[in-house]
């Protein structure tokens, strides 16, 4: 089945403050958004790869390419002015009608190779893959006259890209009006009645958000050892 992957990275990042939108951020020595396209290569180097970036900033990506000597092929597609926005033209850049997409954020460089390859074969089956991560904190609910409850944290999942689905059907459920609780694409295919399936995510693969993440961000890329893995 033919294999595309629309890494969103047209927001402006306003969190993390500074001159430079994040995905062009040098960790470990080059752009945050050059980590991201890597990693999708590395899992399968035929993903076709589209890359989502503000409008306007074609000029800047491609002297950073150039730069930085980064020739692994993708397309470029100009974003929106929400994240819904940036993924239909996303989609809508696929060169193939039938077959699966990858939607993900591309400032999340630390997906694995093995979360990416577990979504597509999911998501052949299922028409959907979600990657999740269990809580480690206990949580508590705020209400609206400011008590807090506890929560049963077994029944929550925290919710990362890749997201992925089969073409049609996403392509299909981003045919609407952009919607409050569409914080992610899992939102969106749900809106059509349909239920997502959730896979496995890996918790290193965090969004980077705001400047503390960046300092996680090298320290990630400084390890020789993953986690789990006995020293050589
Ligand atoms: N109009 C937008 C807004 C967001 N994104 C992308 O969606 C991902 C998740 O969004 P977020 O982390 O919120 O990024 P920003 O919108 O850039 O950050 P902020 O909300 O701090 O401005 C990012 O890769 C971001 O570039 C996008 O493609 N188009
Ligand atoms: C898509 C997402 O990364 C899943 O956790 C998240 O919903 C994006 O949220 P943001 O408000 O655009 O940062």
Request: hydrophobic share 40%; net charge positive.
């Amino acid at each position: 089945m033919k294999k595309a992957a629309v890494l969103v990275a047209g927001g402006k990042g306003n969190r993390m403050g500074g001159p430079v939108s994040k995905q062009y951020l040098p960790i470990g020595g080059k752009p945050v958004l050059m980590h991201t396209l890597e990693k999708f290569h590395q899992a399968d180097s035929g993903i076709f790869l589209i890359l989502v970036l503000p409008e306007g900033d074609s000029p800047l990506w491609k002297r950073l390419c150039e730069v930085y000597h980064f020739t692994l092929p993708h397309q470029v597609v100009a974003g929106g002015q929400s994240r819904f926005q940036s993924v239909k033209n996303g989609l809508n850049a696929i060169p193939f009608e039938e077959g699966l997409v990858a939607i993900h954020d591309g400032v999340r460089p630390f997906v694995r190779k093995e979360v990416i390859l577990a979504g597509y074969a999911s998501a052949e089956k299922s028409g959907s893959a979600i990657a999740v991560v269990d809580l480690k904190d206990s949580i508590r609910k705020v209400t609206a006259n400011g008590e807090s409850v506890f929560q049963e944290r077994q029944y929550f999942r925290l919710v990362q890209t890749p997201q992925t689905f089969q073409i049609g059907k996403i392509k299909k459920a981003f045919q609407v009006e952009e919607l409050p609780q569409f914080t992610d694409d899992a939102t969106v295919y749900e809106n059509q009645g349909w239920q997502v399936s959730l896979i496995p995510g890996n918790s290193e693969n965090i969004k980077i958000t705001t400047p503390e993440d960046l300092d996680y961000a090298e320290f990630i890329l400084s390890r020789k050892n993953k986690p789990g893995e006995f020293p050589k």
